[in-house]
């Protein structure tokens, strides 16, 4: 079961990884509604 | 007299003139194609014309009813700040969004969920566990290594976090919130969808390590009609059917997976960035291209409501997929789970599931022990 523990692991760093890369988009998804758009 | 005549009708004349003028300006101004009651074109890409026929030769000639009458039915208009979208006040298709949303959708999800659970303990029932009916040999040969183990879970572990907070978030008002209360309730589906949107990633990671990993070996052959044709030795006792590495049913559950977790993840990504992407007409221009007849010109708000049913009924689907191998590999089959627990299997679980592929391996082993040599004398 290494190979599970493993792969939990790698499920929160990509995760957390993603959250904080997408962090700053999502900060601006009220840009959707405002100006049609997100910053990217 | 005369004079006063003439001046009179020059002056009737002159008049005329002014108000005709006036009414042709007027008349210009409201129905002109930048006049203020014109139906307006899309100003911006993200735009395009009404999807409803809009009767404008009579406008606000009845005190605005066509007008009104047309932004109903989703009119598009023309707006000066950066938001296209406001351009259009109603679309009525977000009526329909909802009550298939809280309506066939909930509905016969939960059918769908109901029957996969039926069928399988109906089949449990009656088939009981498949055993390993040599016995267990007591002897293994390893069927996944490290890496293919730690793809499968990569990929399994986030699918069943996708799963839960996406039926949370398809049945969590009606299953969950009177169960916990609102409070609690509106805690797990914001902590939730921060789950679901994020451990997408890794589940997008997952789904391109198991499609690179097992795509060569999940390619049909012939012996997967032979495996098929035999219900793949699933219904009946002492039948087993030939086949690989993986068999017909491994195939057909792989290709679900990729097809269906490519799709959960593009709708997806329509989803996490609103607006971005305009899928749905894409694609109904490529499939339209195949002979359908599906409309292209979708709205952007139209657009993330398709995205929203797709990506809800297609996740749905994908559970009652995944319950069916979730039961295969862990009650229904007697040896089946340690293929990803320790990635080791009996030899005789395997020659009974894949004689061709422990064929093979046995055969390889063998030469390689033959090809060390004896051992040498002490």
Known sequence: MKAFLVSLVAIAIISFGAAVVLGTIDRSAEDVYSTGSVRH | ?378
Request: glycine content about 10%; charged content about 15%; overall charge positive.
């Open chain 2, 1 to 378: 007299m005369r004079r006063e005549s003439r001046g009179l009708l020059r002056l009737t004349l002159a008049a005329s003139l002014v108000l005709a003028a006036a009414f042709a300006g007027v008349l210009w101004g409201l129905l002109a194609p930048n006049g203020v009651l014109a139906q307006q074109p899309a100003p911006s890409a993200g735009q395009r014309g009404p999807a409803n026929p809009v009767p404008n030769s009579q406008l606000r000639l009845n005190g605005g009813a066509d007008m009104w009458r047309a932004v109903r039915q989703g009119i598009r208009g023309r707006v000066s700040i950066p938001d296209a979208k406001a351009a259009q006040l109603v679309q009525s298709q977000g009526d329909n969004w909802r009550e298939i949303r809280n309506g066939p959708l909930v509905r016969y999800g939960s059918y769908m969920l109901a029957g996969i659970v039926a069928l399988l303990a109906l089949f449990f029932f009656l088939r009981g566990r498949i055993r390993v009916e040599h016995g267990l040999a007591g002897r293994t040969i390893t069927r996944f290594n490290f890496v293919e183990r730690f793809a499968h879970w990569l990929l399994a572990v986030s699918f069943v976090i996708l799963g839960l907070t996406g039926l949370n978030i398809t049945f969590g008002k009606a299953v969950v919130l009177p169960v916990i209360g609102k409070p609690a309730f509106a805690a797990l589906s914001l902590w939730g969808k921060y789950l679901h949107n994020y451990v997408a990633f890794a589940f997008v990671v997952g789904l391109v390590l198991v499609l690179l990993l097992w795509i060569a070996e999940n390619i049909p052959n012939t012996y997967d009609v032979k495996w098929l044709l035999k219900g793949g030795g699933l219904f009946t006792k002492g039948t087993h059917p030939p086949a690989r590495k993986f068999n017909a049913g491994q195939k057909i559950l792989f290709w679900l997976v990729i097809l269906g977790g490519f799709s959960l993840i593009l709708s997806g990504l329509d989803l996490l960035f609103p607006f971005e992407m305009a899928m749905f007409s894409k694609t109904f221009v490529v499939l339209n291209m195949l002979g359908t007849n599906l409309p292209t010109d979708i709205a952007p708000i139209h657009e993330m409501q398709l995205a929203t049913i797709w990506h809800a009924a297609m996740g749905l689907f994908m559970i009652v997929v995944i319950l069916g191998h979730i039961y295969i590999g862990t009650l229904g089959m007697e040896g089946a789970f340690d293929a990803m627990g320790t990635g080791e299997v009996d030899v005789n679980w395997a020659r009974e599931h894949h004689p061709i592929w422990a064929d093979e391996v046995e055969a390889r082993q063998t030469a390689a022990g033959m090809s060390r040599g004896p051992a040498p004398a002490e």
